[in-house]
């Protein structure tokens, strides 16, 4: 190789450094708003005006009323469709929320599939949304679907806990 195929090939790996270095970058600004996303999601379901949904909720789901559930369901399904379409990762959500959407699942189970008899996408971002955070949950704590089941027991604690926040 002589001094002319190295001038040819210094420019070339410039570009090449120039083009992984933006990709990296993208990949961090990207990261970034998905962690400032979540943060802001975080931050509307420990709100005061948020909680006192959630003890609606709750008082919802202990007379099995559950209509007073819908804007939690709601809340999950915005999260769900932002995991779908990527501007959330899985795991990060997992993370975050993964109690509330395995109780909340577990919990309103009989109401969402009663409101999809009549409308079979209602809530259908929620659905995959917990999916996706049970698929990260068994990997996770190497955990089988059997070890996921909320016992009454467990549902009842959930309720609450979530009937005494502050």
């Known amino acids: 190789m002589d001094a002319r195929d190295i001038l040819i090939w210094i ?4 570009v090449l450094v120039a083009v992984v270095s933006l990709m990296v970058q993208t990949h961090r600004s990207k990261f970034a708003l998905k ?3 979540l ?6 379901f420990s709100s005061d005006s948020f909680k006192a949904l959630r003890r609606s909720a709750a008082r919802s789901i202990k007379t ?3 209509d007073d559930a819908e804007e939690i369901l709601d809340f999950f399904t915005l999260i769900g469709l932002l995991v779908r379409r990527q501007a959330l990762d899985p795991q990060l959500v997992w993370h975050a929320f993964f109690y509330w959407i395995h109780n909340y699942g577990a919990a309103l189970k009989p109401y969402i599939a009663e409101a999809q008899r009549k409308d079979p996408t209602v809530w259908n971002s929620f659905l ?4 996706q955070v049970t698929k990260v949950e068994k990997r996770e704590r190497k ?3 059997a ?3 909320v016992t009454e027991k467990e ?12």
């Open 39 to 44: 943060l802001k999601l975080e931050d509307r």
């Open 35 to 37: 962690v400032e996303l």
């Open 147 to 149: 070890d996921l089941v």
């Open 11 to 14: 420019p070339l790996f410039a």
């Open 128 to 131: 995959y949304l917990r999916d």
């Open 143 to 145: 955990c089988t679907d």
């Open 64 to 66: 099995h009323a559950y």
């Open 155 to 166: 549902l009842a604690e959930f309720v609450r806990t979530e009937l005494s926040m502050k």
